[in-house]
């Protein structure tokens, strides 16, 4: 019974297609050429988008909502209307007010801080390449840098057990389909990662959940699973880019 009437409320979300963010509206539209994202004509769905990753970050401590029992009519809303999952979620959990209920907005902040060590290893030396690649790609560059922390630390010489490498951590056969010259070169390997992430957000309809999924554990993987793999290394990586892209948009503004 419970999970037919979360089912009405994500069906309902979506046909009424007009949604309450604090006062603001708007419609949920794919653009031509931008799959996945949203159109809107106020600067108010910058700071819902703020709060949507703040969500994200914490939602392993966000209960009801957010459970796993009600993942089925999400994902199958998403499908029919194009939308990604994550924000559905993070839509019902704003206009239901489960948030404020259960964590402090002085705790959110202590979340999406860095550490010390995170603090230590984040520059802004590679960001004019972040910026260049992401206008070409059409990507934010608070998420690339996100995913450049999480996945090398910002060291361009990074190689993994597996053999990825460079700041983006590509792996040798996406090197060589990318036609990468220089995988340890930082302006090359930014702009093959970048390349490669718009490519999997093409792929997943632009569901940044399943394209982050497939860039960690492979685009099989989430075929496979028909989304993010159960794999712990796997969601803890989705977790820990949210965070960082939540801190990198809130350190812009600042």
């Avoid at 990825?164 to 990318?178: H, V």
């Amino acid at each position: 019974m419970e999970s037919y009437h979360m089912k009405k409320i994500v069906v309902g979300f979506i046909t009424i297609g007009l949604l309450s963010v604090n006062g603001f509206y708007f419609f949920p539209i794919r653009e031509k050429g931008n799959p996945g994202f949203l159109k809107t004509g106020t600067d108010s769905f910058k700071s819902f988008q703020a709060e949507r990753l703040s969500y994200l970050s914490l939602s392993s401590q966000i209960p009801d909502v957010s459970g796993s029992n009600h993942d089925q009519w999400f994902r199958g809303s998403w499908r029919k209307y194009a939308l990604d999952p994550s924000l559905l979620k993070a839509i019902i959990h704003a206009e239901s007010g489960t948030a404020s209920k259960n964590i402090s907005p002085r705790e959110k902040d202590k979340n999406l801080d860095l550490s010390p060590q995170e603090l230590e290893v984040s520059v802004s030396t590679y960001d004019h390449w972040i910026k260049a690649a992401c206008s070409k790609y059409g990507l934010e560059p608070a998420l690339v840098k996100a995913i450049i922390h999480a996945e090398s630390q910002f060291d361009p010489k990074a190689v993994s057990p597996r053999g990825a490498m460079g700041l983006m951590q590509l792996d040798p056969i996406t090197i060589k389909e990318l036609g990468v010259a220089d995988p340890f070169n930082p302006q090359h390997n930014i702009y093959g990662g970048v390349r490669y992430f718009r490519d999997l957000l093409n792929t997943f309809d632009g569901n940044s959940q399943l394209a982050l999924a497939a860039y960690n554990a492979g685009p099989s993987k989430v075929l496979r699973y028909n989304g993010v793999p159960p794999f712990k290394d796997t969601n803890k990586y989705i977790k820990q880019v949210f965070r960082y892209l939540a801190f990198y948009q809130k350190s812009q503004k600042g």
